[in-house]
DNA sequence: CTGAAAGCGCTTACAG
DNA sequence: CTGAAAGCGCTTACAG
């Protein structure tokens, strides 16, 4: 690898014109500037982004800190996060948590030292602290998909009018006796849907049937565990609500199993749809959240977080996105 | 956040005693190293990983560039790589394609800049050259998945055994008229793929029946659109073999359109098989694919590699791994 | 319009 | 056992 002094050398200037020419941040005569242009051709130059990293104390890089992407909706949040960065110029880092708050601590730490300009995270919810920490401290944070903490910029899908709007849709469809599986009630995602769905039911006067499962582990077992669980203590369930489309395919083996028909004796819905819904046999219906368009937007206002971190304090943002209804064959 | 420098005033020692306490690269006495340890403490001082990086010559990061990894073995890969990264203290940067080429070649061109130690890539197959010349710089890179190159590194797995073996089985299951699903057979892994599958049919007899798709876009209309092809090129088709789960999951939906059942009439296998198989309303049976595993061992060989840079130079290493039938409702 | 110098925060020979 | 100095490859005031 050659470096500016290479270049410097080899054009007859100093490093300094160098690094003006190449960064236009002066004047630089023409005919140096060309000379400087054909010395970086021939030496097919390129800057250290280290030296300048260190340097502006910026390395163009943000991280997106996340459960899992494996076959979740973070796959398509991660993907318009690096998208939406590559397009303003910066780099993408990737930790996996695995949702355990052990290791994403460990992955918060290495990161704040530093390495990464701002940080887009889906959190365990168990290192709050911390994250205001390294928001002190001067990094950036945006939460995607789970807020837990009011004083961190969010990105988010309105989980609460997902539950509520729900509930009418099958109500509508002639649904009487409907389960909701859901995730810790003691979090704030998972509470707003409850929340969505409780106040639905009141309203039509039916009574609540849910089954909360504590540990994020596999949404696939939660839905097909969980669907067990709602029909023991309701064998009259016309209706199913699960939290994300895999969540929805347990549900969906679990009755097939049974051998309840689906949509004639038992409907089900997702609550996070993303595009498996209509790859499956039976098409799942769902409320179809944007996670493209919500990493993309994550990445931009953190972005512009970082860029602004000098002249003035960003305000915190809390966006919030709405999911549309998709009908499928599940209801 | 705090540096060396400050940590030195505090614990009135020079910066070098202090790098030297921390990185242990030296002895140090044991009374100075607790004043350091305590200034540390107090300053909850972090090393700037940056500066480390310039200095070093390295970053402790890799990059891995895939098509995607919504919904695709490159997810699993992808966390298995940044698994093993983490463990040998080294962060993961993420690049996705889309499978264009020219996004692949932006992100290429900016990472030789020394952004990164090393690059994982599941390749396009249309800058070659450039990984050439990428690692003839001195950056070591790993093929996963894809081996377009010869003297590239590559993790990949066995294709041609994959589809041989598919067919033998499904020949065992009765079937004799048996369509093959693939990309384009220019391109090595492909082929593959076709080798294993026309050898087998060979054997036996048998007629080829195959549809091939050009370009790598979207696997579940492959399998969609390639199950209306074979149809239609042989209607007594009774197995389709599908290149990977998402693919396989079109066949299926292809075949209950047309009011075909499998695997009575008709029989499903994945020459590609990652968790989604048996989450599936029909579960699909598959060769798994260790993806999990195979992104591990990418990550440790990559690193191994680019910790060796200096002494020795490395030989290039082509790994194999085995995929493993998994019989499930589709055969 | 361009050069010489300082410095970003580290590590590592070189002395002693 | 520890300090002083050089240097990784850049950028950016400061002169002229």
């Known amino acids: 690898m050659s470096t500016l002094r290479d270049v410097a050398r080899l054009a007859h200037v100093d490093i300094s014109t160098v690094s003006r020419a190449l960064n236009n941040t002066s004047y630089v005569h023409p005919d140096t500037k060309a000379r400087i242009y054909e010395a970086v051709k021939q030496l097919s130059y390129q800057p250290n982004l280290i030296a300048q990293g260190l340097r502006q104390g910026r390395l163009h890089l943000i991280a997106v800190i996340v459960p899992n992407i494996h076959m979740t909706i973070f796959a398509e949040i991660a993907q318009g996060i690096e998208k939406q960065a590559r397009l ?21 730490e290495r990161l704040r030292s530093g390495l990464v300009d701002g ?19 001067g990094i950036p944070i945006i939460q995607v998909v789970r807020n837990f903490e009011k004083s961190l ?7 609460f009018s997902c539950a509520y709007d729900s509930i009418k849709y099958l109500y509508k469809k002639g649904c009487r006796h409907m389960g909701l599986i859901v995730g810790d009630l003691e979090i704030e995602p998972f509470q707003q849907r ?30 097909y565990i969980g669907t067990n ?16 489309d895999t969540e929805g395919m347990g549900v969906i083996r679990a009755l097939k199993e049974r051998k309840l028909a689906f949509p004639e004796q038992i409907k089900v819905i997702s609550l996070t749809g993303y595009s498996i819904g209509n790859m499956l046999e039976t098409s799942l219906t769902s409320m179809e959240m944007p996670g493209d368009e919500m ?4 990445a931009r206002i953190l972005i512009e977080n970082v860029e602004e971190k000098d002249n003035k304090k960003a305000h915190i943002q809390h966006i919030v996105f709405n999911s549309t209804l998709v009908e499928r064959e599940t209801t």
């Open 88 to 108: 303003m110029d910066y780099e993408t880092l990737f930790c996996d948590t695995e949702d355990n708050p052990a290791i994403e601590k460990e992955s918060l």
């Open 119 to 137: 940080i887009i995270i889906a959190a365990t919810g168990y290192n709050t602290r911390l994250l205001l920490d390294i928001q002190a401290s």
């Open 153 to 159: 910029n969010s990105v988010i899908a309105d989980y």
């Open 194 to 223: 409850y929340r969505g769905y409780h106040k639905a039911l009141k309203e039509y006067k039916l009574s609540v049937n849910v089954t909360e499962h504590k540990k994020n582990s596999n949404a696939f077992e939660e839905g």
């Open 229 to 244: 669980t709602l029909l023991e203590q309701d064998p009259k369930l016309d209706a199913i609500i699960a939290e994300v």
């Open 295 to 298: 990493g993309k937007s994550a």
